[in-house]
C-alpha cells in the first residue's frame, strides 16, 4: 500500500520542514502519522526550544496511542523541559488518567518535581483531576516520598496552598516535613485561609493542629473564619471558632463573618456565628 507523500517524513524535510516539527506534529496527530515519522529515522527525542520532546506533548494530548509507540521506539520517560517538566507532569497536569497509567507502567518516576517544586501528583490535585490524582498515590511507586527537609520561599507557598486545597494526606506530609503552617504569598492568603475557603474541614483541623494562626489576615483583611462563613461551610466555621478565631474582625469593607454569612443567605452558619457572639 502506498504511504501518502504529505505524510513522508522524506519528502517534508525536503521541503524545508524542521525534523523536530514533524515529529513533534505526529505525536499531536496521532499513531499512524508517527509511525512513519519514526520508522523514517527521525528521533524520538528530538526537542524544540523549550525542550519539550514528543513524548510530552502527546501525553499534553492525551495520546495514548502516540505515547505508547514513542515508548516502544525508546523516548526518554524522564526527560524534563526546560521548565523541569516532565511527560508525566503533563499528562497529570491535563487531567489525562490513561496515559499517566502508560507512563507510570513504564516506570515514570512519579516523584520528580518540576522547577516550582511540584510533582505530577501536585498537579493533578492543583487541577482537581480526582481520578488522575488517585492513580499517582495508589500506583506501585507513584506515591510521594516523605519530605526530608522543609520547603521555603516561593515553592513553599505553592505547595502547602495547594495541598490545603487537595486534602489532608498532602498537607499533613508537607507540615511533618516543616513547611511554614503560614506561608503565604504577596496577597497575604494563608493555607488556612484557603482550606476554609473551599470548605476542607480536614484541612483546616491539621492546620490548626499545627499551630496555623486563625486571626490572620490578608491584603484585604479577611480572616480565614470570613472566607467559610461567605460559603457557608458552617462545620469550618466551628473548627475555627472552637480554635480562638474572633468573630467580631472587620475586612476593608467593614464586614464581619456574620454580615458575610447573613448577606449569601447562609442561615445555619448565621446562627453558629452569633452563638459565638458575632454581631
Known sequence: MAISLALTPAVAFADGADPQETV?????????QLQQVVSAGTPVDITDDDGETALMEAADKGNVSAVQLLLQKG???????????TALMMAADEGHTAVVKVLLAAGADAALKDKDGETALMKAEEEHHADTATVLRTAAGAALAPQTGALTGKQGRKAVLSAAYAGEAQLRMLLEGGTSVDAAPADGETALMEAADKGNLAAVQLLLKYGAQPNAKDDEGKTALMEAASDGYTAVVQALLAAGADPN???EDGETA???AEKDHH???AAALRAAGAK
Not at 513533534?24 to 499512524?32: F, L, Q, T, V
Open 24 to 32: 513533534y506534529r505526529a505525536a499531536a496527530s496521532g499513531e499512524a
Open 258 to 260: 456574620l454580615i458575610k
Open 249 to 251: 474582625f472587620r475586612d
Open 75 to 85: 523516548a526518554q520517560i524522564n526527560r524534563r523541559d526546560e521548565d523541569g517538566k
Open 267 to 269: 442561615a445555619e452558619t
